[in-house]
């Protein structure tokens, strides 16, 4: 289901600032090496690991455990159920500094992960909102009723409270279920992909699966900080 809703006149203009675990923490997970520097070979003998990491494969590998969690949610759904979905998005570079945001979607029973390959570009933008309080606006769009933590509520984005968030290709996403986001948006030449292997629930029914908001006018910005290093590329 596609609704369609005003931006106000003002219109919302925001700068992106850089992807951390804290910062994006309200809206899903980030999932990334959280220790670069610590080699795999190294790992048994240190000290300085994350509480979620352990050596393993014997000691040619480090495991960090549960960096993301997964949620299928459609035993709530009218369809009653659901099966992992796997597919790969091959997004284009966008090569501007200003990034104007048309549409939001949402999968409010399931999270979706995005993580990106080796490609020829290795920047995305990632752009999400909270929830408003529910209202007659959106309340033909089947999201959770259960007594369920964690989740954004049913009402449409609230502009107002946009953030988003410069990412690059050792950084992969998931947003919670029912966190509004836009299609992914990647930075960097023309010409140049980035692509994307996404990880979610599906049951095959179009208002399940993904809900849509266009906006009614083209006035939603997201300015990219020259300290991104994205506009030097350009």
Not at 135 to 140: L, Q, V, W
Not at 212 to 221: C, I, R
Request: aromatic fraction near 6%.
């Amino acid at each position: 289901m596609t609704l369609t809703i005003d931006t106000g006149v003002d219109g919302v203009s925001i700068t992106a600032e850089p992807l951390t675990p804290t910062a994006f923490a309200p809206f899903g997970a980030v999932i990334s090496n959280p220790r670069p520097d610590v080699h795999p070979s190294s790992a048994s003998s240190s000290s300085s690991l994350p509480p979620n990491g352990v050596s393993a494969n014997q000691g040619t590998a480090i495991q960090y455990r549960n960096v993301s969690r997964a949620r299928n949610l459609y035993a709530d759904a009218p369809s009653g159920s659901a099966a992992p979905a796997t597919s790969l998005f091959v997004c284009a570079a966008r090569d501007t500094a200003v990034v104007t945001i048309g549409v939001l979607e949402r999968h409010p029973f399931t999270t979706q992960t995005f993580s990106p390959l080796a490609s020829s570009a290795d920047t995305y933008l990632v752009v999400v909102a909270p929830s408003l309080p529910p209202s007659a606006r959106d309340e033909a769009l089947p999201v959770p009723r259960g007594d369920i933590s964690g989740l954004p509520g049913r009402g449409l984005p609230d502009l107002g409270r946009l953030r988003a968030f410069v990412a690059n290709g050792a950084q992969a996403v998931t947003y919670g279920a029912g966190t509004w986001h836009s299609p992914m948006i990647v930075l960097g030449r023309r010409g140049a992909t980035l692509d994307f292997v996404v990880s979610q629930f599906a049951s095959g029914v179009a208002v399940e699966d993904c809900q849509l908001v266009h906006m009614a006018s083209e006035n939603v910005k997201v300015s990219i900080p020259e300290r991104s290093g994205i506009k030097s590329r350009l």
